[in-house]
T-cell receptor, first 118, second 113 residues
Framework: GAVVSQHPSWVICKSGTSVKIECRSLDFQATTMFWYRQFPKQSLMLMATSNEGSKATYEQGVEKDKFLINHASLTLSTLTVTSAHPEDSSFYIC??????????????FGPGTRLTVL | AQSVTQLDSQVPVFEEAPVELRCNYSSSVSVYLFWYVQYPNQGLQLLLKYLSGSTLVKGINGFEAEFNKSQTSFHLRKPSVHISDTAEYFCAVSYNQGGKLIFGQGTELSVKP
């Protein structure tokens, strides 16, 4: 069964509005979660690393004020796209670092969220 | 810079034929290696991983991969593919346990009847 869930699975919004995407680790605690962005027919681009109880670490070129990440609990991280514009339209995927044997060594991915900004 | 190269962007193959998806990485240090599969409009599903130990790793859906340190490769194989294996496959490497993943460009496997 699924280890990581995302909500919503798809969202359409108007330009200038903000959108929040949730990433939940089901039945497992995940101190670290990752947020990726994927354009059509391309690979995943890491946006940021989210650690529970601390500030996220953003990759070079990712605007931290535009993509707000909050990791308030061991099972939930959120990504908020603020003042969204059409160029923010993409497939956003989160992952949780989970070690089923007690060692966190593998990322398990959520099903993704398709964001379309009109 | 550390990188992962998937040598084939597209691999067409007939049903029940064997397949190999190639992956090479650049590194002079120990690595952790992963193969993920992505079906259309879905997230990534872990196929298999190499962390240490035996260099031949068996995963789900009949896939296996072999870690070759001297050739810095981690090729994915399946002896007989099914239509349902049609998907995008990503090779990824991490340079420390629990660290960031660096993904290859992906290989689109297309299985034809």
């Amino acid at each position: 069964g699924a280890v990581v869930s995302q909500h919503p699975s798809w969202v359409i919004c108007k330009s200038g509005t903000s959108v929040k995407i949730e990433c939940r680790s089901l039945d497992f605690q995940a101190t670290t979660m990752f947020w990726y962005r994927q354009f059509p027919k391309q690979s995943l681009m890491l946006m940021a690393t989210s650690n529970e109880g601390s500030k996220a670490t953003y990759e070079q070129g990712v605007e931290k004020d535009k993509f707000l990440i909050n990791h308030a609990s061991l099972t939930l991280s959120t990504l908020t796209v603020t003042s969204a514009h059409p160029e923010d339209s993409s497939f956003y995927i989160c992952s949780a670092l989970i070690g089923l044997a007690g060692v966190s060594d593998t990322q398990y991915f959520g099903p993704g969220t398709r964001l379309t900004v009109l | 810079a550390q990188s992962v190269t998937q040598l084939d962007s597209q691999v067409p193959v007939f049903e029940e034929a064997p397949v190999e998806l190639r992956c090479n990485y650049s590194s002079s240090v120990s690595v952790y290696l992963f193969w993920y599969v992505q079906y259309p409009n879905q997230g990534l599903q872990l196929l298999l991983k190499y962390l240490s130990g035996s260099t031949l790793v068996k995963g789900i859906n009949g896939f296996e991969a072999e870690f070759n340190k001297s050739q810095t490769s981690f090729h994915l194989r399946k002896p007989s593919v099914h239509i349902s294996d049609t998907a995008e496959y990503f090779c990824a490497v991490s340079y420390n346990q629990g660290g960031k993943l660096i993904f290859g460009q992906g290989t689109e496997l297309s299985v034809k009847p």
